[in-house]
């Protein structure tokens, strides 16, 4: 029972007056006037009236009387492949004469208007004539197609029975079940490739709406593996927002249609192969970022960056992006993190190319400033371990020592894998020569920094990665006399050694590594030199 007032009362007269005039209309005039009043009485979003027609049973009646329209057509329709192709000029021009485009029409836009209904009657609907009614709009879509792409008709009808044809196969695409059982029909992505095979004339030219709507509906479609495997998607889709009169809507419909591909790790691996489409990417990258950018250019921007992260995400792709065109995949996301521009998706991209990439890596050293800025990445993000990654790989190779220092020392604030990032990244950069190992030990600030992490003891790894890299300072003669001279190194390992926790289980190993690192460490310091009291006070002990 639906709640009843003066109001709805009258509504729902009127729209039982209007189902008895469908009902019984036979000529085809009296079907199009008949139409014509159930238009103006059915075109409103209020859903529970909508709920009442479905109730009625109108969609059973208009599916019928669609399939009739329709098959008085079957030569021409049995000549049709549903599919890629399309009706010759003269089927297009005779297939229809214009009292019958026009009910076609009317009778499809009704039926779209009494599912603006609720989710629950929807599903009903759907159920109950979802067999008769899918094969019917998509035959509908593939005919009409034909004569809006072929013959740049200026007659109404065949764009509105386009239009709400979409519309209804969105409509029933958001069910449970919606797209199961849409993709049964065959049709079904071939008629959503031939809308999209529609080129704008104008930038007003109101098909735009249709193929945004198409665009949409497939950036829903579940079963990724089949756009993926359909001949010619991707550039059907990079075609849609790259002609001449695409306007916005046409270029965010595809990049979201195209982004949701590559939430399918396949499609990752595939499309980083379509030069088109990172091309594609990167010219939306590549526009100015600035505040007072319109919503629907920042929301492309970050379909288009977080696009480009996925690609980043398989090893396999990284050399293939930092050779593309000369590195300009690699220096269009650095620029976007250098912006601050959609920069957590460009950082998280360069991410998983520097781990997977030494071309990647090589790159990125040259822009010490970028790397700062990964840094801080790392450190503000819940989700920064993999920037915290990305830099152990990176900071051992910078040139600049000073610049190393000073990011190493940042990464410290926090003890967590950013800590352990900087840690890895000092002793990586001490495997490299003497020499290095010398100027690292000459600088107060690095020595500041180890002394510092050796008596970490919450985060033991880093306690015993620390006192592993001041043992390797007193392998070397020219670094004894500096660190025996400072008694907070001596202090600190004096300290490490107390925390050794000998005895108790393997829960403890990296206190008796820690240990051991320094037990050696301050053997050297003894050999052959003055020993500290404090020195030999626990050795001893």
């Known amino acids: 029972m639906f709640p009843v007032n003066s109001a709805t009362a009258f509504e729902f007269a009127e729209e039982a007056a209007c189902f008895h005039v ?4 036979r000529t085809a005039e009296e079907r199009i006037i008949s139409l014509d009043k159930a238009i103006l009485v059915f075109d409103h979003i209020d859903e529970i009236e909508h709920d009442y027609a479905i109730d009625r049973g109108l969609g059973e009646i208009l599916c019928w009387r669609l399939q009739a329209l329709l098959s008085n057509n079957s030569s021409a329709s049995s000549s049709s492949s549903l599919g890629y192709s399309v009706l010759s000029e003269d089927i297009a021009c005779e297939e229809f004469i214009p009292e019958e485009l026009e009910e076609v029409a009317k009778t499809i836009s009704v039926l779209e208007m009494i ?56 409509y029933f695409s958001t069910l449970v079940n919606g797209h199961i059982l849409l993709d049964r029909h065959v049709p079904y992505l071939n008629v959503m490739l031939q809308v999209l095979s529609f080129r704008p004339r104008s930038a007003d030219d109101v098909m735009i709406d249709v193929v945004v709507w198409a665009l949409w509906l497939l950036s829903t479609y579940p079963f990724k593996h089949k756009l993926l495997s359909k001949d010619g998607f991707i550039d059907f889709v990079i075609s849609s927002a790259k002609g001449v009169n695409s306007n ?82 690699v220096r269009t996301l650095v620029n976007l993190v250098m ?27 040259y822009r010490p400033d970028f790397i700062d800025i990964l840094a801080k990445t790392a450190l503000s993000n819940s989700n920064g371990a993999i920037a915290a990654e990305a830099l152990s790989k990176l900071l051992p190779n910078m040139e600049s020592f000073d610049a190393f220092t000073r990011i190493v020392r940042l990464m410290t604030i926090r003890s967590n894998f950013c800590m352990n990032a900087a840690v890895e990244a000092i002793l990586e950069r001490m495997s490299v020569s003497e020499k290095t190992r010398i100027m690292m030990a000459s600088d107060e600030s690095m020595i500041s920094i180890l002394i510092e992490m050796s008596r970490n003891y919450k985060n033991t790894y880093v306690m015993s ?4 890299a ?16 400072d008694q907070d190194i001596v202090f600190a390992l004096c300290d490490v050694i107390r925390q050794a926790k000998i005895g108790e289980s393997s ?17 050297n310091l003894c050999v052959d030199g003055e020993s500290d009291d404090n020195i030999l006070n626990v050795l001893i002990a």
Not at 302 to 318: F, S
Not at 339 to 363: I, K
Not at 475 to 482: F, G, N
């Open 470 to 485: 001041i043992f390797f300072f007193t392998l070397e003669d020219q670094c004894k006399d500096k660190i025996r001279g």
């Open 507 to 523: 829960k403890s190993s990296d206190f008796h590594a820690s240990a051991a690192y320094a037990t050696v460490a301050l053997c």
């Open 465 to 468: 990665q620390a006192t592993k």
């Open 22 to 25: 469908l009902q019984d209309a």
């Open 248 to 329: 916005r809507e046409m270029k965010e419909g595809s990049i979201v249609c195209l982004l949701n591909l590559l939430e399918f790790e396949e499609a990752q691996k595939t499309m980083v192969s379509n030069d088109r489409f990172l091309i594609f990417l990167i010219t939306i990258m590549e526009e100015p970022c600035c505040p007072v950018a319109e919503r629907r250019d920042i929301w492309m921007k970050y379909h288009a960056a977080k696009a480009a992260r996925l690609l980043c995400t398989p090893a396999v792709n990284a050399d293939r992006l930092c050779l593309f065109e000369n590195g300009v995949f």
């Open 339 to 365: 912006a601050d521009c959609e920069a957590w998706n460009a950082a998280c991209g360069l991410c998983h190319l520097a781990n997977n990439s030494e071309l990647a890596r090589n790159s990125m050293l």
């Open 115 to 170: 599912h603006r209904c609720t989710v629950e009657k929807l599903q009903e609907s759907f159920d109950s004539i979802h067999v008769n009614l899918i094969p019917l709009l998509f035959e509908t879509i593939e005919r009409y197609m034909s004569l809006i792409i072929h013959h740049s008709t200026n007659n109404d009808w065949p764009f509105l029975a386009v239009s709400n044809c979409v519309k209804l196969v969105g």
